[in-house]
């Protein structure tokens, strides 16, 4: 598919269109293929927890778009449904309830709410804890089991045809390195200041970037590394970090140390994508600016149709309606399409879509993701 012809078929992507349109029509990718956490976590994490009672299991999670609770940390689609949706596939399936018989046609998603990239061992050194173990290494464990169930051998025959399976595939990084950040500050206390989360950044960079190398080893030609977030305009932090002083927020009234903080990580995964690129000239990797995207419907949330930014529309009272947690029993307020905010820390169905948008037609990814 040449770029114009995807370009200008693409443009105008939105759900409605795009089910119009005549099936590989933006057919760049015949799959997806994901890793993360609770940002693009479709089923997984539920998945894992059986019978166990999540919030993230009952309404009103899915409430917009699926009517019903999907596994998505959200009221309805997620970035990576957006991406699906633009190249024409189906919705990618989570792994793990499929985990050993799913043939997985379009793709699958191996995110899981809760990751970090760094494994847990890492933040013992700092007698620190992460509740997760799904950590980035042991995503792409999964992936790698999944492609040998699916093209099994050792031979070169074997070989070539996981790398064409790849080949064909768009991988989505990330975001991710999200939690391990959030880890430490939530978590912190006098002898974890956070500026000492500083010293984490190269090590998690450079772990998405031996991720990033090692899926272009296995054949993977076309990959999405998403940076973070504007993590000072979210809700959850704007209440546990409240400024004292004024000079602690900016002019949109978000955490100027914790914005500050997320564009470092920003700087620092953009360079390695770079590196990496230079590195692997037979490779398309894209970085996507998840940040600038965000900052957007902060700066001016009325162009998309979203009312204060810095609230969440699923939880309880206070400035930023994070005195509850967003459950069955907690107060939606209002329709989720005029809010950035789903529940305190996760976005709506409607943030997300225009950070896709963004990625998908620029300018918040060099080249667009749509552009192939
Ligand atoms: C979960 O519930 C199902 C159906 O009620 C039951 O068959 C299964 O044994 C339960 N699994 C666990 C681990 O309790
Ligand atoms: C909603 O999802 C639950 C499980 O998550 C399922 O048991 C139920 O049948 C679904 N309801 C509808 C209307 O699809
Ligand atoms: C590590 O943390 C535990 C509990 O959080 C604490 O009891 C212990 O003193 C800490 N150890 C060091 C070396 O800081
Ligand atoms: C990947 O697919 C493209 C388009 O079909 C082809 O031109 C290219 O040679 C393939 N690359 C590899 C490494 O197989």
Known sequence: ???????????LVSGVLLLNLPPGLCGCYKRIFSFGDSIIDTGNFVHMSGNGS???????????????????????????????????????????????SGRFPNGANFAVAGATAMPPAYYRRW???????????????????????????????????????????LIVLGEIGGN???????????????????????????????SVQELINLGATSILIPGNFPIGCVPSYLSMFPSSDPAGL?????????????????????????RLQARNPGAKLIYADYYGAAMEFVRDPGRFGIGNPLVACCGGGGPYHTGAACDRAAKVWGDPSGFASWDGLHM???????????????PFADPPLLSC
Request: positive net charge.
């Open 127 to 169: 007698n620190h804890s992460v509740p997760m173990p799904h950590s980035l290494g042991v995503q792409i464990g999964w992936f790698k089991q999944m492609l040998r169930r699916l093209a099994p051998g050792d031979d070169d025959g074997a070989n070539k045809i996981r790398q064409q399976l790849l080949n064909e595939s």
């Open 250 to 274: 900016d002019g949109r009234r978000c955490l100027r140390w914790f914005n500050d903080f997320s564009a470092r990580h920003n700087q620092a995964l953009r360079g390695e994508v770079r």
């Open 54 to 100: 999540s919030r993230y299991k009952e309404l009103p999670y899915g409430m917009t778009f699926f009517k019903n609770a999907t596994g998505r940390i959200c009221d309805g689609r997620v970035l990576v449904d957006f991406y699906a949706q633009a190249f024409q596939l189906p919705m990618i399936p989570p792994n793990l309830p499929e985990q050993d």
């Open 180 to 210: 391990d950040y959030n880890y430490w500050f939530w978590y912190g206390d006098a002898a974890k200041p956070r500026e000492q989360a500083n010293q984490f950044i190269p090590d998690i960079v450079a772990r998405i970037g031996s």
């Open 348 to 362: 709506t169905e409607k943030a997300y879509e225009v950070i896709a948008q963004g990625v998908l037609n620029g």
């Open 1 to 11: 598919m040449g770029i114009f012809k995807c370009l200008s078929a693409c443009l």
